[in-house]
C-alpha cells in the first residue's frame, strides 16, 4: 500500500513540474527499493532493549522466556532448564532468550522455537568454536551440514555477516494433530546462526518440524531477523561458553 501511495505521488510531482531526469528516475528507484525492503520486515516487531545485541522477533511468536522466567506448567516454580533449552542443546551457547511461536499445516499445529545466545568475545579469544558445537549436534543424533557464510539484508538495504549450520534429525516434539496434543517421533530441523562483533558474539537457534519449515518459509525469517542485528553500546555481556559443553554461568 505504501509503495502504491509512493508511485501515484511522484508521478504526480512529475507530471507537474515536468521531471523527467535521470537524477529523478534514479532517486524514485531507490526509494521504492527501500519501501519494498522495509515492507518485508514489517512480519518483524520492535526490537529487543536489553542485550548486548538486539534483534527484531517475528511477531509470531507470542510467548518469551528466560532463564528466571514461571514455568507456564508448574506454579510458582521457575521454568525448566530442558524446556527454556534444546533438549538435545541444553549447554546452547550464552542463552538468553527462548521464543515461541506456532504454525499450522493442514490438521497440525506446531511450535516453532527461537534461542538467542551471546557472550564476550574475549572469552573465545575472537573465534567462536564452530567446530566444536557441530560436533556437539552430532553427539545428540543429529546431521548437521557444513557451516556456510551467510550475508543477510538489513532493513536499510546493507548487509551483516553471518556464519550458519543446518542439521536434521528425528525427534519426539509437541504437537496438536485434530485438535489433541501428540509428542510424536518426527523428522525436525535446526539452524545455528553465529554473528561476531568485537563487543558481543550472538548465537541463535531456530528449531522446528520439517513439515512446518516449508510453507512457513522458516529460513526467510530467520534471515529478517539475523538482518536486525543492533550492537548495543550500554549493554554487558558475560563470558561465552569456550567450547560445547560448558553452560554459561548466570
Known sequence: MQIAVLVIVAVSLAAASGCGSSAYGEKFQHRLEQLRISSEFAVLRRPTDDLAINFRIPQLFKKEFTAISADPERENT???????????????????????GDFVVKDTTSPLFLYIGEGDPAAIKGKFPYQEWRDRLKRARFEPGAWEPVDVQTSTGGKLSWQRLTAKGKSAYDVVKSGKPDIPAVDTFFQMWVYETPQAVAVLGWWSTEEARVPSDIEKLASLTAGTAIVSSSVTVAPAPVAAGTVKKK
Open 78 to 100: 521457575r521454568i525448566l532448564r530442558q524446556k527454556f533449552a534444546p533438549w538435545f542443546l541444553p549447554d546452547f551457547p550464552g542463552l538468553e532468550r527462548m521464543f515461541e
